[in-house]
């Protein structure tokens, strides 16, 4: 903790849930509604068994596997579509359901689940995500954990010297396939107790690319992704008229088969012993956490709402040594982290109506991450090469505390103000700002002049102040004194959303949005002066009948931030500035039953991207290219049915992408001398496929 | 600068007197209001419930209602649902004055909910789903944004649907981006979660009816904790922290999509340079110069910083200070 006043607010938070808790047991009666013997003669039977399968094959036109990624297609050719749906209903309250998507791609999902309607349920789930990084990517490294060089290998002092690089490459696939099992279980004992519990298993495995270095010489490497993920989730809900409670336990435990990543210096040893690198995996670690969540709303006229959470993460993997090079032993202070962070979450949100047009609203929001990990000095060796200095690690320690109020007047039908002011109050242990404080005012005008059309106007304006900013001297070599971080400098902001929707006849609306966003820091002599947003947004859907759905979409986003620096570390001396433009937009018709056979589902979408970046230092260097990418998706489903349990699908998509990077654009594995990386080029593909399925419905 | 707070500040002011203005004026007309609708009373039950609808709303409605037949709501073995109770009149409210017998030319009067002239406010419609669906998962409701926007639970859910798209992973986001346009726009960047691809629904990470009260409505208590529960490996705590990414994860991502790769919100080396200043390279201007077709640069192209420091999110080598091992 780093204030006690923190646990104040804590101590309230909690005063006010438990008491609050208390009150209305008196209260708890059984007033159950009377069930209702309505007979229906003219319903439909709520029994039986509704099935669909779907069986085809799709053909993919090229090998890309980045338009594979997350989709799951793999390469140029065929590829099986398998889809099946199954729900059986008995005429209690009995149920089976079965959901399989599909089964002929590295991307499927299965989920089966089955129970008793208000008694209890039971599922499985399984589902696998195939991510593809890069459309090609090779290496010279040989192995998995332990990477080495090939036989003959000379090392160089730059890429450009290495004499055996470009016949020692192989193909690596950076990437990893996500495969998620999930059990779960709700039970109702009553109507006034729900209890569930959710337990998954998340297993993650293939490749990323990690960077080890030896000072200034550099290596892409293929590390082992190997991760598992076993979470376990459990709620129990109690319900009365007035009040309902919950308490959950969320467990988290994370395994990494692989604890380090050795590999061999392609480069010429920096120093006696430096030949090989040590790279630390993400290490096993923990997290547990228990909550209490609790609402009390005795009227419609005020009420409570509001949740509780502790929790503990743990970390003590064995530590790897501090070098592997055998003339640079250096002895540990500890063998391994014992690294624990306590964390405690709170909110209480209070509403009072005094009479029916207004409502007030106070809400306190507690954030608090308390690192007890134990401090101890570190005997540093630089990559591997040489000792460094010693250094003490940094347990980051902070705390949020955040109080709200606001007022909702529904002055007549047709407008609705509300107006709010925030205060977010941020302490912090170990960086150059020990506290913020963040003030907020906003407005909201909403205006509802009849049916056809709705209008919402939001303005808001904050302005953050710290403590006075302190230099570091945990931080090696220092930073300009001049530095102000972002996320911790004194800002303004300011904030405007408007929306607008109308409603027409034939479920026709139209919605436009407009959101912009001014950041300026007030008082940075370095780091980031600006950034401002600025969001458009136009969609239009129609719905003439049931059978019938179109919609057109349009979006426009612009985002320019400015900072300075300074390369002769004292005052600004340069400045960077970047304008990211973003449009997109889509359209799509689903269009079933015509003539009585045809289904039809058409849609476009449409994302172009522009990045301009400029370096302004006083020197004539002409600004960088702009970073481009421009996605096209076209996708059409014909379906013809011949019968009504029997059809034909016929699908055809296409997907271009494009895309220009300046920071990969003609980079060949020798551009740059310290630097042997993947030779990871831009993502492009132009890929058509085409589905050919019939499809059974029982 | 100036001139924008300046403009801001006089827009917030002008919105205060409008505000006082429309709240002054309306007093009267909404007592009125109050007055005239205080003395209404809900027309009587039909004395034989669904199958007095069905007789009308049959399979050529122009919206049907029988898939509600194929849904948890119709199960009357159930005691909690609506088809154990009052059938239709459970959620639409009382029919009596619907169903009734019209005279030639006369409207017939809507359902008190759920209906497109229904009377029933948002609060009394959204009411009648709480009865039942308050408890568990969504006892923060009250008070949350979806609330304060008055989104009724009809909004995103079709309960007549047999199987309703916004609770299953592949046809969920059209539900929700029919709002968030903007997020629609964002799926469908170079870098983006697998939403576009049907791998990931808005749920995953957003908890719409507010369990954990958070801003941005996550499913777990903090952003950080939510982003953790499918990237692990990132939480720690590691021996060498980046104290940023430790706090936020959104101080350097963008959640839905972004131009750069990893969902970066700007592009490297200046997303770094805004925050570090250090003599020699971390404060260098690196220019056009250092592109490939110039003096190629390594601190410039390839992944830029990371092309050293890849531990950004954290190290656990005793080495790891500078967060390269």
Known sequence: MIKPDSHHSLITVCVLVFTTAFIPLAQANDDDAESNDLKCRFCPETGGTEERYELGLGYITDDDPEFGDAWGYDDKGYSLIGNAELYHRTGDVGFINLELRDIGLDSSYLNIEGGQQGHYRLNFEYNEISRRSFDSTVTPFRGSSQLSLPAGWVDADSTGNMPQLVNSLRDVEIGHQRERITLGAEWIPSKRWQWDVQIRQDRKTGLSAMAGSFITQASSLPAPVDFVTDEIESTLGYSEKHWHAQVGYYGSLFRNADKALTWENPYTPLSAGADQGQLSLPPDNQFHQLSLAYSYRPSPSYGLSSMLAAGRMTQDEKFVATTVNPNLSVALPRNSLDGEVDTLTGNVRAFYNPWRELRLTSEFLYNDRDNNTPRDNWQQVVTDVFTGSIRRNIPYTFNQQSYRFSADWKANLKNRLSAGVERDIRKRRGQAVERTDEDTGWLKWRLKPGNFAELQVKLSSSSRDGSPFQNLSSIAPPENPRMRQFHLADRDRDQANVHLNLFGSNDMQLGFGIAYANDSYRNSPIGLQSGKQLDFSGSATFRPKEHWYSNVFLTQTRIEASTLNSQSFSSADWRGESEDRITTIGSSTIRTGILGKFDLEVEYSHSRATGDVSVITGAPNPDFPALTSELHVFRSTTTYHFRPDLALRFGYWFELLRTRDWSLDDVTLTTLPGVLHLDQSEPSYKVHVFMLSTEYRF | ?325
């Open chain 2, 1 to 325: 600068m100036q001139i924008n707070r300046s403009l801001f500040r006089t827009g917030l002011m002008t919105m205060v007197i409008i505000t006082f203005g429309i709240v002054a004026h309306s007093l009267a007309q909404a007592e009125d209001e109050m007055k005239k609708t205080s003395g209404s009373a809900l027309p009587s039950f039909t004395p034989k419930g669904a199958d007095t609808c069905l007789k009308c709303h049959d399979e050529d409605s122009e919206y049907p209602v029988l898939p509600i037949f194929k849904t948890p709501h119709a199960r009357k073995g159930d005691a909690r649902t609506p088809f154990a109770d009052r059938q239709c009149e459970s959620c639409h409210g009382p029919g009596g004055d619907h169903a009734a017998r019209i005279r030639p030319g006369q409207e017939r009067p809507p359902m008190p909910a759920f209906g497109k002239h229904s009377q029933a406010s948002i609060n009394e419609q959204n009411g009648q789903c709480q009865t039942c669906h308050e408890t568990h998962r969504r006892i923060g409701w009250e008070g949350s944004p979806h609330e304060t926007s008055d989104m009724l639970c009809s909004s995103c859910h079709s309960v007549h649907k047999s199987h309703d798209p916004v609770l299953n992973t592949v046809t969920q986001p059209e539900v929700c981006f029919d709002c968030h346009t903007q997020v629609r726009g964002q799926t469908m960047q170079l870098s983006a979660h697998p939403i576009r691809q049907g791998q990931m629904a808005c749920t995953d990470c957003h908890e719409v009816h507010s369990n954990f009260p958070t801003d941005g409505l996550l499913q777990r208590p903090t952003l950080n904790e939510t982003c953790y529960s499918c990237h692990a490996e990132k939480r720690g705590p590691f021996l060498w922290e980046h104290a940023p990414a430790t706090e936020d994860c959104s101080t350097c991502h963008q959640p839905h999509g972004s131009m750069h790769s990893s969902l970066l919100s700007q592009t490297k080396p200046l997303l770094c340079q805004n925050c570090h200043s250090q003599m020699d390279h971390p404060s260098t201007a690196y220019t056009s110069e250092g592109l490939a077709g110039g003096k190629p640069n390594a601190f410039l192209l390839m992944n830029s910083c990371t092309n050293c420091h890849s531990q950004v999110h954290g190290s656990n080598h005793p080495s790891g200070v500078k967060l390269m091992r």
